[in-house]
């Protein structure tokens, strides 16, 4: 029963967009009311109308400790008591700098800003402006943000929505962004052998997780590291979804490459508005007050983020990591079980604690795979769970969350009800 929810919705509509201040948040693909969330404590959230779910959306990312983390809430209140933005450095922010540049494998320096799409669209400014060159590439799928140079074959709400290019988006700028295939390398050379010295950076997710849990095969990664260093192109690792999830130093710690500029988000704000854009001395001795590319922004590191940031991090040990790893194992081996007794036409694929079941056979590698995904039959497994108090992602192009919240018995609850609900779909 969603009644509230649907009288919210309408009310919504009247004043915001969709009603919804994120498109994805308007379940446009899937179809149906979006539950309006009241609270959330744990693994678990709590709509208008009183529904309990298992969350594996997660804010999208952040909540990787689950909800409410008392440690977090309490963090956060002690420093939103203390004044809540002072528009000047503070002492915290060096410690979460300093925090983040000791996980994270070469990265020497790092600019906190307020989202994900702030530090992704000021690490490309920073690489044009050091490499003093005009296009970047990205890939089909990946998505860095609503900055106008990624609104480019950008993967989930713009896929979902059917809107691949926005209007809005000049053709100049367009024009900038190229466009490769995730997992072909040949792909990126051929794009930098046909704009020679135009290229200034190639940016991805190192895991895809905009266009549903895709890893990167046959040492992609390290691939188009040695790429961009034979060709002189800025690599940037977009870390926004996967930095602190994948691993204690994120992606480029699993995978053993160190780009030249690093974009973060997500955990890093412990659910509050944070991010960061960092890299090698290098390049970040470019921002200004230390040189003259420009980035700026009135609540970046902001108090109250940065502690709920730091006692984030604080829990974030190997051991939470080993745990993440336990608790994604234990839920692809069941998915893995339910697809093979059935013989179902599935496939997954699982980093650490994310994940996505694509209806599709597989060999899921890219974008291009995702596309001829079985949507009809995902939407119907999608509403399926949520009616049985599991609340997915409610897109095929996205990943799902696990949080160290996200117990044993609530992954067997949840495995229970995927095999009652993929009976009712297929
Ligand atoms: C979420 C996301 C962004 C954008 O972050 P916002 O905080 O939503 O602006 C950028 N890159 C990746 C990989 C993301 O997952």
């Not at 013989?343 to 056979?361: C, I, N």
């Not at 119907?380 to 769970?385: D, E, G, S």
Request: aromatic share 8%; glycine share 10%; hydrophobic share 45%.
């Amino acid at each position: 029963m969603l009644d509230k929810s649907q009288a919210l919705l309408e009310r919504a509509q009247k004043t915001i967009p969709g009603g919804v201040n994120s498109p994805v948040r308007a379940f446009k693909g899937v179809g149906g009311t979006p539950p309006f969330i009241k609270r959330a404590e744990g693994a678990y959230i709590f709509d208008e109308d009183n529904n309990k779910y298992i969350d594996f959306v997660l804010s999208w990312g952040p909540a990787i400790l689950g909800h409410a983390n008392p440690e977090i809430v309490a963090a956060a209140q002690h420093a939103v008591a203390m004044g809540s933005s002072f528009g000047a450095p503070t002492a915290a922010e060096i410690d979460i700098a300093e925090m983040i540049v000791a996980r994270v494998p070469g990265l020497d320096r790092v600019r906190m800003v307020s989202s994900g799409t702030e530090a992704c669209m000021s690490a490309i400014r920073v690489a044009r402006g050091v490499k003093s060159r005009e296009k970047i590439i990205k890939f089909s799928g990946c998505y860095h943000g609503h900055a106008d140079s990624f609104l480019i074959a950008a993967g989930s709400g713009a896929m979902t929505l059917g809107l691949p290019n926005s209007p809005g988006v000049t053709r100049g700028t367009a024009q900038d962004t190229l466009i490769a295939q995730f997992n072909n390398i040949e792909s990126v050379r051929a794009l930098i052998d046909a704009n020679p010295d135009q290229v200034a950076a190639v940016i991805l997710e190192p895991v895809c997780g905009n266009t549903g849990c895709i890893p990167p095969q046959d040492d992609f990664l390290k691939k188009l590291r040695a790429l961009c260093t034979e060709k002189d192109v800025a690599l940037i690792i977009d870390e926004v979804m996967t930095g602190f999830r994948v691993a204690r130093g994120g992606a480029v710690e699993r995978y053993g490459v160190k780009p030249d500029l690093y974009c973060f988000g997500k955990v890093i704000g412990g659910g509050f508005p944070m991010a960061a854009y960092g890299g090698t001395h290098e390049m970040m001795s470019q921002v200004a007050p230390d040189g003259p590319i420009y980035q700026a922004g009135t609540l970046s590191g902001n108090p109250v983020a940065v502690a709920a940031g730091i006692a984030a991090l604080k829990q974030l040990d190997a051991e939470a990591y080993d745990l993440l790893e336990a608790r994604g194992a234990q839920l692809e081996a069941g998915f893995q079980k339910i697809i093979d007794a059935n013989g179902y036409p599935l496939s997954q694929h699982r980093v650490g604690s994310m994940f996505t079941l694509f209806f599709h056979p597989g060999p899921i590698r890219n974008h291009e795979d995702v596309k001829s995904c079985d949507l009809e039959r995902f939407n119907h497994f999608f509403h399926a769970m949520l009616k049985r108090g599991v609340y997915l992602a409610p897109s095929q192009f996205e990943a799902g969350f696990l949080s160290t919240a996200h117990t044993p018995e609530i992954i067997d609850e949840v495995l229970e009800k995927a095999e009652a609900a993929l009976a009712e779909v297929f």
